[in-house]
């Protein structure tokens, strides 16, 4: 971490400390702080507002009513400052405001109030950075290949940007770790606030070897509405952003959307037709998103084939080299069935007669899989997990 760029609780300016007072105010998501600050400074808008005098010619966000900008006036009143901001650089934490050398955010069209970070900050001034994102109902293979893109990837010197979810976005991560790389993981609470707690020693393995960053200010609880608004700053961070897989619905459509605005490209892993967690890439392939298999396509996306990415199993920067390889090892049987899966639950007659193995191999093979986490076997039909 470079201590030369992250500024000191005692020396931020008023313009940060506007700008952390105003993204502490309730519900104020991104469209309600650009109003805030659209036709004056954010210093302007906490003193119109703690007075309760905050007027504005242009129309309020929905939701912004009389009643909301009179919690933010009672709030401002009582809000403790000093507090506040100490709550900000507390445990290795930090907040950089557009003033910055290392803000990221200069020319795009929708940044956020502030952002606030744990980790190193200066690799917000990366050359390369690109999006790995997901669903959080991955199938087996959908967190095999995202944790391949993020291990290619972070082994070439690229860092990957997600939102350190479970399913796609975890892989990721991990995968970037593990292969050497510096990730970085945009998170919709505070950056105290480990959510889903279940990933709990990745969230303290990007802040050893990445950083975490956010919109809200530390402390803030995980809420609804912060996970597709924190979307567009991951789009945002990333050359381009790369889905991995989707539903027909979800955030990383979201996110590809916010790529595509800011003229970046949209890159999709392909799946199968019968699957329902690939329905939304393959739309989005239909749309006229790039098809890419695999890291050395994703470079070359990117106009970066001078960059190389290994195709064997990498190891973490500094661990042995006998370390045993995360990545999961599928026989050619173990992989038809897991295809076979990804449709919804599958008898083990279906299987059999799919496969062309005998029953016996089958079972086995369901068993192996079985105990390795992958799927779940009532003994008559299998499932994905």
């Known amino acids: 971490m470079s201590t030369n760029s992250i500024p000191s609780v005692n020396d931020i300016d008023s313009d940060l400390a506007a700008r ?30 703690a007075a309760g005098t905050f007027t504005s010619p242009r129309t309020p966000p929905r939701g912004v009513t009389r009643s909301l900008l009179a919690s933010w006036t009672d709030a401002l009143r009582g809000k403790n400052l000093a507090r506040l901001i100490a709550a900000q650089f507390d445990d290795g934490a930090y907040a950089i405001g ?11 069209p929708d940044p956020p109030l502030v952002l606030f970070c744990k980790g190193d900050v200066d690799l917000l001034g990366g050359q390369h950075h690109i999006a790995v994102v997901g669903t959080r109902r991955c199938t087996t293979v959908g ?41 970085i993981a ?20 990007v802040v050893a070897d990445g950083v ?55 890159m999709v892993v392909p799946g199968s037709v019968l699957s329902p967690s690939a329905e939304g890439c393959n739309n ?27 195709t064997g199993p990498a190891v973490a920067s500094g661990a042995s080299s006998t370390q045993a390889n995360p990545v999961p090892r599928f026989s050619d049987l173990d992989a038809a069935i897991l295809a076979e899966l990804a449709t919804g639950p599958v008898t083990v007659d279906v299987l059999v007669v799919a496969t062309g193995a005998a029953v016996q191999e089958v079972t086995a093979a369901l068993s192996a899989l079985v105990a390795d986490g992958h799927i779940s076997f009532d003994g008559v039909a299998a499932s994905l997990l």
């Open 284 to 310: 989005l392939l239909v749309d006229g998103a790039t098809p890419v298999l695999d890291a050395v396509d994703v470079l070359a996306c990117l106009g970066l084939p001078g960059l190389s990415a290994p």
């Open 212 to 266: 975490l960053v956010s919109e809200a200010p530390a402390g803030t609880q995980p809420q609804r509405w912060r996970f597709p608004a924190r979307n567009r700053l991951i789009a945002a961070l990333g050359q381009g952003t790369v889905i991995v897989e989707s539903h027909r619905s979800g955030g990383a459509l979201i996110t590809a959307e916010e790529a595509a605005d800011r003229g970046k490209p949209v």
């Open 98 to 108: 557009p003033d910055h050398a290392l803000w990221p955010f200069s020319e795009d």
């Open 143 to 183: 967190r095999r290949v995202a944790y391949q893109l993020g291990r290619d990837l972070g082994s070439a010197g690229l860092s990957v940007v997600s939102g350190l979810a479970l399913g796609v976005d975890a892989a990721a991560h991990k995968g970037c770790l593990d292969g050497g790389g510096r990730p």
């Open 20 to 49: 952390i007072l105003l993204a502490s105010l309730p519900s104020i998501g991104p469209a309600r702080s650009r109003w805030l600050t659209a036709d004056r400074s954010a210093a302007d808008a906490v003193a119109a507002l």
């Open 186 to 205: 945009v998170v919709a609470s505070g950056v105290d606030v480990v959510y889903p707690q279940r990933n709990n020693s990745l969230w303290a393995e």
